[in-house]
């Protein structure tokens, strides 16, 4: 009993921006239970940059993730973003939803579906923690946390990033890639 005071009072405290968690927390919103959330670090100068996260659909209804937002102090808009195989090369597609199965998980990675930030206004730094509003068809609106994650703490996750993060530059969103 206590223990749930305490979370509920740290919840309410964490949602007026007085405490800032140290690590990104997982979710929970309607059936769905999103953790992981994570952006990479920018560049100065870079104009857009990509967010994860994973959703988990404990619900007996599949839903789906309409929309992404961000403060307009870190990005001018989200969108949703899949990578497809054209021609020999990825390319980055903007995609109306991503489905989240019933029992079943979405799972954002880089070289894969990813959230895009469109318009970056300030270099996002490793260790920051920003926040993105999801909205989806069934569950509604929530506000998660992305830890910024360094450039060399996703790449050595797979090779795959290497060509989702050339996309990114060479693609529709500007400047060629620097590695
Ligand atoms: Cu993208």
Do not use: W, Y
């Not at 206590?2 to 009072?9: E, M, S, V």
């Not at 910024?148 to 693609?171: I, L, Y």
């Amino acid at each position: 009993m206590k223990k749930l005071i305490l979370t509920a009072a740290f919840g309410l405290l964490t949602a007026i921006g007085i405490v800032q968690p140290a690590q990104a927390k997982e979710t929970q919103v309607g059936s769905l239970k999103i953790e992981h959330g994570f952006a990479i670090e920018t560049r100065p100068g870079q104009p857009n940059g990509a967010a994860f996260v994973d959703v988990a659909n404990r619900g007996k209804q599949a839903d789906r993730l309409l929309s992404v937002s961000f403060d307009k102090a870190v990005a001018e808009r989200g969108e949703l973003h899949t990578m497809k195989h054209e021609g020999g090369k990825m390319i980055m597609r903007e995609v109306p939803k991503f489905e989240i199965q019933a029992g079943g998980k979405l799972a954002l990675k880089p070289g894969a579906d990813h959230l895009m930030m469109i318009g970056i206004k300030e270099p996002l730094k490793a260790g920051q923690t920003i926040k993105a509003t999801l909205k989806f068809e069934n569950a509604g609106t929530v506000v998660v946390d992305l830890k910024v994650k360094a450039m060399s703490d996703v790449h050595k996750h797979g090779h795959d990033d290497h060509h989702h993060n050339g996309q990114h530059h060479d693609g529709h969103h500007g400047k060629p890639a620097k590695h």
